[in-house]
């Protein structure tokens, strides 16, 4: 089975301070692409990381880092220094190869950031 | 650089009307894909097409239909809405190739009274 967790529903924090959202998946392939979306209160889908089964290097982009751990199926995203403007929900994604053989995305139920100022 | 076009970005219907939302996919994108987000929800596959055929289906309603166009262009038709059908639609395009990599569109957001 295909499946995304994002066990955090919501999460508050005061602005500045560093907050790290959980993604756990489950697949049974051996290439897969995993992602991670915001969206904002006016409900568009921006992409802001993929990462494919075979590239297990962390990344940073600006205040953004993910950490990718296949031995456990977790593809943590950590905010750091949280502003206002970051307050969204969040969804994490697989892309699922199907028997048809096309992907789909398989999204978690999301986590929803409140920053406070 | 283009995006995926959806129009309309609103629609407001009644109980037992019919809709129809449509999706222009990122120019020489062939494969399009629908999803459906209802309110507090993640997004859920619905259906997807290549070339004109039907390559993927989903928890779609047998209300619903959707079809791909010659332009690539698709189209997803709900009729006999429910109040249930209130979601957001999103469509997103890809190459058939690299259909792991998906292109949303900003979504129709329907409304049902």
């Known amino acids: 089975a295909q499946k995304v967790t994002q066990a955090q529903t919501e999460i508050s924090v005061v602005e500045k301070e560093d907050v790290t959202l959980d993604c756990v998946y489950e697949?049974?392939?051996?290439?897969?692409?995993l992602f991670w979306y915001k969206q904002p209160p006016s409900g568009e889908l921006v992409f802001l990381i993929r990462?494919?089964?075979?590239?297990?290097q962390n990344e940073i982009s600006g205040r953004y880092s993910w950490n990718f751990q296949k031995s456990t199926s977790s593809f943590n995203f950590t905010i750091t220094a949280s502003q206002v403007v970051d307050s969204a929900v969040y969804f994490c994604?697989?892309?699922?190869?199907?028997?048809?053989?096309?992907?789909?995305?398989?999204f978690g139920t999301g986590t929803r950031l409140k920053v406070l100022a | 650089a283009a995006g995926v076009i959806q129009s309309p970005r609103h629609l407001i219907k009644e109980k037992r009307e019919t809709a129809t939302l449509k999706c222009y996919p990122i120019?020489?994108?062939?494969?399009v894909y629908w999803y459906q987000q209802g309110p507090g929800q993640d997004p859920q596959f619905l259906i997807s097409f290549y070339e004109k055929m039907q390559s993927d289906k989903g928890s779609i309603p047998d209300r619903f239909s959707a079809q791909q166009f010659s332009d690539y262009h698709s189209e997803l038709n709900m009729s006999s809405l429910e109040l249930g059908d209130s979601a957001l639609y999103f469509c997103?395009?890809?190459?058939?190739?690299?259909?792991?990599?998906?292109?949303f569109g900003p979504g129709t957001r329907l409304t049902v009274t």
């Open positions: 990462r494919n089964s075979f590239d297990e």
């Open positions: 997103a395009s890809s190459f058939r190739d690299r259909a792991y990599e998906q292109y």
């Open positions: 120019p020489r994108h062939d494969t």
């Open positions: 994604a697989l892309s699922a190869f199907s028997t048809s053989g096309t992907y789909k995305y398989i």
């Open positions: 697949t049974r392939d051996t290439t897969y692409y």
